[in-house]
């Protein structure tokens, strides 16, 4: 069950304060490319700012958790004035675990959300964290991620992975 998600959504502004009190989460490690931005894209996905404001209004605790270099990863951080972390090193644990103290919060209490199967998913299962798998905002063109997208479409049939209803 390592590449199943908890919760399985559209898109990060389907993700709720009920949905996360149902599931016990109070703070998101969130990755930027495909998740809030298309894929090395400045531009945000339609209420992504009102969603930010709207989950630390809740008291929902927000830091990005991204495999992409600093210069990356830097400027989105400020435009959405979110802490980060640069090159997670994702689904190795190194960069949940430092996502996770920098938080101030329990493991079981935190989610990944991200769009991958192999890095976001994978990587939080094993360490404890609660996993949202977003669909991803535009499938990528290169030969390495059409190869995973293949492979994750095997894996949401395996099991049996739905859109999470409230």
Known sequence: MLLKPNIKLDGITDISISLLKKYNITALLLDV?????????MVLTEGLMQWIDAMKKNGIKLRILS???????????????L????????PLPFGYLRGAKALGTKRKNVAI???????????????????I?????????T????????????????????????
């Open 133 to 141: 798998l977003l669909t991803p905002i535009k499938l990528e063109t």
């Open 67 to 81: 495999n992409s270099k600093e210069n990356r990863v830097k400027p989105f951080a400020e435009k959405i004035g």
């Open 143 to 166: 030969a390495g991620f059409r190869f995973k997208r293949k492979l994750e479409k095997i894996v949401y049939k395996i099991h049996k992975i739905e859109t999470t209803k409230e």
């Open 33 to 41: 490319d495909n998740t809030m931005s298309t894929h090395h894209g």
């Open 83 to 90: 802490p980060y972390i640069s090159l997670g090193c994702k």
């Open 113 to 131: 959300v991200g769009d991958q199967i192999f890095t976001d998913i994978l990587g939080g299962n094993c360490i404890g964290l609660k996993t």
